[in-house]
């Protein structure tokens, strides 16, 4: 089959299976749901989360600059990644960081951290289903079977803690349901012209329903992606960008009693690719596509993400304590051509290995005109990070050729954080609410640190590269003449003291002043000129389809061609 001018196309199938009890119910309602139309979809009742209190908010009347997206918007908007959203929520930037694939490079407001370096910490915190993603790494991949998606703007360190100074990205996964439901989906795009890249595939299925009546719960879904290849590698002729993975995530919520329920889920991702397709502008010019790399290069990853929810009801406040506990894996090995040619001059290797673990308990309620939430948080982590870089032409002519040339090193690092916090709103009139918090937080990192140097091989992640004596390597080439220390140890201690303070006042009626009325805002969307990593290079990847987009030219680090995509939102007032 030949794609010739437009192979931005989506194909989309789902079939929704409700329990034969309530299969004769509403055929006039139904009848109606089905005319609605995705602007309609989109403007719906939004609720939040972020706030952390003991009901759910609508989205209009919280007093935080947001853009959320419930299932029926993240549908419409046809999200698949949370890179989508850059284009409809304003003043925020959601990208891969161009150099590794898969590792985000988010903005907000302005504030953002551009690196694949994993010990450099984000400044916008990404939570899934209440748990922080302690790296940056692995954070932009497929999404799929969505509650919701809240997009914070400005500082959030009192409710969520650390590494939000940009804001904050809260994704909700779906719960399991009451009554057994079946969807599968499936969507196909590609590159816009012809004899360039392949096509992009991506194929879903989620399964939930009861297990015992009333009782438990459950859930299992699967996606799988592959991609030809978004562009054309002009030194072999071969597509470049490829990927295949697939997601599996399950979920069981148990609820022994009313006012008791445990809600675990356990998502398992494998993903394969390309390494990062980079063009170097000495060679081609920047208002195309054209590429020409020696080594393709290639990452590979694993990541196990699971959480333990467990919510009490409780007479005091008429409210509910809540703990969320989190845990994750990540490892990754991953090759990238750094210069960009057709030539080694620079290639880099990588492995990186995080696990971590993250606790919080908290307890929201009410007392007359006081909103009260407040809790305890726990979080730690490991990292190891090994980083290769072949540079052939730094080797010394005289070095014998029996003896390696590479530079090795990395390093490794053990964070732990505890937090305390507290967060009080008083409704001054019905129309006027006050808001006090605190925060107080203890932080600890020890790391070492192995010099990216000429060193015989060795691998941090598998414990052969050791931060203490000194380079052999650069030993021999001097004669002994200098000794070159292999690298150092550090333990940082930080904690916030005093206590953060933040308080506010905020009038609903500034906010909503046609509460009955939804509001959307729509807002086009350019490509950020900023550059990827040197000033000669930049780096792709591949556009995410939308049902508002048909035609996209993306250079992810060259505002040279426009983003022609817009689409709506629903937003608070406040000014972003």
């Avoid at 980083?387 to 490794?412: H, V």
Wanted: aromatic share 8%; hydrophobic share 35%; proline share 5%.
């Amino acid at each position: 089959m030949t794609f010739n001018k437009m192979l931005m196309t989506s194909a989309s199938a789902a079939l929704v299976l409700i329990a034969p009890a309530y299969a004769q119910e509403g055929t006039a309602a139904e009848e109606t749901a089905s005319r609605e139309s995705a602007i309609e979809r989109v403007l719906g009742t939004v609720t939040v989360t972020a706030t952390k209190k003991a009901d759910v908010e609508d989205v209009q009347t919280v007093a935080v600059a947001m853009t959320a997206y419930n299932a029926d918007t993240l549908d419409a908007l046809n999200v698949t990644t949370l890179e989508s959203l850059s284009y409809s929520s304003p003043n925020v930037s959601l990208d891969d960081v161009g150099t590794a694939r898969g590792t985000a490079n988010f903005a907000i407001r302005g504030l953002g951290v551009n690196s694949s370096i994993p010990s450099i910490d984000p400044a916008v915190g990404v939570f899934v289903d209440g748990v922080y993603l302690g790296v940056n790494s692995g954070v932009v991949v497929d999404l799929f079977d969505l509650d919701s998606i809240e997009v914070l703007r400005g500082p959030q360190g009192l409710l969520f803690g650390r590494n939000t100074t940009g804001g904050a990205i809260v994704v909700n996964t779906a719960n399991p349901t009451d009554e057994f439901s079946f969807k599968a989906r499936t969507s196909v795009d590609g590159p816009v012209d012809s004899d360039r890249g392949g096509a992009n595939a991506n194929v879903q299925a989620i399964v939930s329903g009861p297990l015992i009546e009333n009782l438990l719960n459950g859930k299992f879904g699967v996606s799988y992606n592959t991609d030809a290849g978004y562009f054309k590698n002009e030194f072999n002729g071969d597509n470049h960008g490829e990927l295949q993975s697939v997601t599996y995530r399950g979920a069981l919520e148990f609820m022994p009693t009313d006012a008791l329920t445990f809600l675990g889920k356990l998502e398992y991702t494998d993903s394969r690719s390309d390494g990062p397709s980079g063009k170097n502008h000495a060679f081609f010019d920047r208002d195309n596509f054209d590429m020409s790399i020696n080594n393709p290069g290639f990452g590979e990853s694993e990541t196990i993400l699971g959480s333990l929810r467990t919510d009490l009801d409780v007479g005091f406040g008429n409210g509910v304590i809540t703990n969320i506990f989190g845990y994750r894996n990540y490892e990754s090995t991953s090759s990238a051509d750094i210069d960009a040619t057709p030539f080694t001059l620079f290639h880099s290797n990588a492995e990186f290995d995080q696990e971590q673990f993250s606790n919080e308990l908290r307890y929201a309620g009410t007392f007359d005109k006081l909103d009260l939430t407040t809790g305890l948080y726990y979080f730690e982590q490991t990292l190891d990070y090994t980083e290769i870089r072949n540079l052939p032409t730094t080797r010394p002519p005289t070095l014998p050729a029996s003896i390696p040339w590479g530079f090795y090193g990395g390093g490794t690092l053990d964070h732990t954080v505890w937090g305390a916090f507290a967060n009080i709103d008083y409704s001054l009139t019905d129309k006027l609410i006050a808001t006090l918090g605190v925060r107080y937080s203890v932080e600890e990192k020890a790391g070492d640190v192995i010099y990216i140097r000429p060193r015989m091989p060795c691998s941090v992640v598998q414990g052969t590269c050791s931060p203490d004596g000194f380079n052999s390597l650069i030993s021999l080439i001097t004669g002994g003449a200098v000794q070159e220390p292999n690298g150092f140890s550090d333990l940082m201690n930080g904690r916030t003291g005093p206590p953060r303070l933040a308080s506010s006042i905020s009038g609903t009626t500034m906010f909503n002043p046609t509460p009955t009325i939804p509001r959307a805002s729509v807002r086009a969307a350019t490509t950020s000129a900023s550059p990827t990593c040197r000033s000669s290079t930049s780096s792709w990847r591949r556009p995410a389809a939308s049902a508002s987009m048909k035609k996209k030219w993306t250079h992810t680090k060259s505002a040279s061609r426009p983003r022609a995509k817009m689409a709506a939102s629903r937003s608070t007032a406040l000014p972003s």
